[in-house]
């Protein structure tokens, strides 16, 4: 059975950071809002074109690929995923920015997903 998880943009709610999720931040909590970030630019892109992910693409596959690609960012700009620091998040962002716009990401999903992040990272110590 396909997993047709991806809603249709009239039904789509677009994700953004909730007062908690910048509570008792630290930098493993901000790892992991960051793939969460990311995770969510790439479902609301999937939504606008109105793609159906292939049949064995289940929304844990896409968390899984979305971690992948996160992790390779943090390696790429010299930070560690397991360690991330303030400043290595900032650099993994930049590459993940480049990419998701290489990729054909609509720059107004970008930019949105940009400020989460940068929201993030003003509250990170």
């Not at 509570?23 to 074109?49: G, H, M």
């Amino acid at each position: 059975m396909p997993h047709d998880y991806l809603p249709r943009m009239k039904a789509f709610h677009r994700w953004g950071l909730v007062p908690s999720d910048l509570e008792n931040l630290t930098p493993i909590k901000s790892r992991d809002l960051l793939v969460r970030c990311f995770f969510e630019a790439q479902r609301e892109t999937f939504a606008r074109s109105s793609k159906v992910l292939a049949r064995d693409d289940s929304e844990e596959e896409v968390r899984k690929n979305v971690t992948t690609m996160v992790k390779m960012a943090f390696k790429e700009t010299g930070g560690s995923y397991e360690q991330p620091t303030k400043a290595s998040l900032a650099k993994a962002v930049g590459a993940l920015t480049q990419k998701a716009a290489a990729w054909g990401t609509p720059e107004d999903i970008i930019e949105h997903h940009r400020v989460q992040i940068e929201r993030i990272l003003t509250v990170l110590k």
